[in-house]
Structures are given as C-alpha cells and as structure tokens.
C-alpha cells in the first residue's frame, strides 16, 4: 500500500487551523493507521493511532479522521512548537508497515 | 517510561554486515508488544525493516528479507538487527521501536547514524 502525503509543505501561522491529509493507494483499516511528528534531529513521535485516538499525552488540539483510502490530521490551533513534519502509516499487506513521504508544517 | 536506545558503528565499509543492538529501559521484553527496527534516509524516507517478539516470532520486510536478521535477547533486554552485504543505499538513521497492538509504533530510540562507505 502506497501512502501520499498532501501538500508536501503547508505554510500558516501560529492559532490557525492545519489540516493534513494522507491517501492510501487501497483501502486500509482504519483501525491500523497512524499519524507521527517530527522533529529536526528526533525520533518521529506517535500522536495518532487508530486513525482517531489520541496517543498518552498528546494534546486535544490534534484529531484524526477518515475511513477506506482517505484520512486526515487536523491540528484545531496551531502552537509554536507544532511546526514539524508530520507522517502516517499503515499496517497492511506486503510489505506491513508504510509510511508516507511527509508532509512539512512550517510557519508563515 | 520506556527507553530505548541504539548502539553500534556509525561506519561500515561497503559488503560488510551492519549490526545495531537496541537496549530497551523501564520495561520488560519479556512483558509483551513486539519490537522493530525502522530507519529513514532522505532517499527512502521512513522505511520498516523487522519486529521480533520476545519469543523470536519474526517479520521481515520483503525487500530486505535476504539480507536482515533480527534477533532478541531476553537476558539482557534487548534486540539486535543484522544487515549484510550493505552498499551506500543503506545508509540511514536506524531507530528501534516499540509496536503497539493498533500497529503503532510508541517508543523510539533516539537513532543511530550508520554510514556506509569506503
């Protein structure tokens, strides 16, 4: 299963609404897709799993949705620190885990 | 919390193996979850490699099946990838992770830079 990751950057400014999308070639569970963040220089970061269940400490500004080949990272407000770049990825057949090619969140 | 932290060479000569040991801190092997190797290059970007589970259960990623061995020692808490026969293409940052039931990865290890090259 092929994930792409839609824009490739996203530019907007502190307190707007950012909304993330990810499109998978087929259908995936949605009980098996997951959103990351990154950092520069860290390890990705697991916010969302499920494809809408937040991960231990991750705060309610981050929401997941979608269903079949079609799903989304809406961060409700944006805060300083959540410019980053943001992956999904999915469990599947062959192989079982992909990740999308990213999509960079910077500011405006 | 749970750690995990990557150790070994930053350099490996090319057709030579790769090995990473992954010391996992603050929580059992033994207790559960399977445990996997993933690595990012700026070519590659995230790509999966292994999960092992602490009773050797094993997956592999299929384009790399040939070349990877994954395996876990349950006496010192860790896990241990191999890669043979690298070329420049697998030069990578290489993380080890925790895999959730809801095949998630949790926890992550800061990452270890593994350069391939003469």
């Known amino acids: 299963v092929v994930l792409t990751q839609s824009p490739g950057t996203l530019s907007l400014s502190p307190g707007e609404r950012a909304t993330l999308s990810c499109r998978a070639s087929?259908?995936?569970?949605?009980?098996?897709l997951a959103w990351y963040q990154q950092k520069p220089g860290q390890a990705p970061r697991l916010l969302i799993y499920?494809?809408?269940n937040r991960a231990t400490g991750i705060p309610d500004r981050f929401s997941g949705s979608g269903s079949g080949t079609d799903f989304t990272l809406t961060i409700s407000r944006l805060e300083p620190e959540d410019f980053a770049v943001y992956y999904c990825?999915?469990?599947?057949?062959?192989?079982?885990?992909?990740f999308g090619q990213g999509t960079k969140l910077e500011i405006k | 919390q749970v750690q995990l932290q990557e150790s070994g060479p930053g350099l490996v000569k090319p057709s030579e193996t790769l090995s990473l040991t992954c010391v996992v801190s603050?929580?059992?092997?033994?207790?559960?979850?399977?445990w996997g190797w993933i690595r990012q290059s700026p070519g590659m970007g995230l790509e999966w490699i292994a999960n092992?589970?602490?009773?050797?259960?094993?997956h592999y990623n299929p384009s790399l099946k040939s070349r990877v061995t994954i395996s876990v020692d349950t006496s010192k808490n860790q896990f241990s990838l191999n890669l043979t026969s690298v070329t420049a293409t697998d030069t990578a940052v290489y993380y080890c992770?925790?895999?959730?039931?809801?095949?998630?990865?949790?926890?992550w290890g800061q990452g270890a830079l593994v350069t391939v090259s003469s």
């Open positions: 992770a925790r895999r959730t039931p809801a095949m998630a990865f949790d926890y």
């Open positions: 603050a929580y059992s092997i033994n207790s559960g979850y399977y």
């Open positions: 092992i589970y602490h009773n050797g259960n094993t």
């Open positions: 087929q259908s995936v569970s949605g009980s098996v």
């Open positions: 499920g494809a809408s």
């Open positions: 990825q999915q469990y599947g057949s062959s192989p079982p885990y992909t």
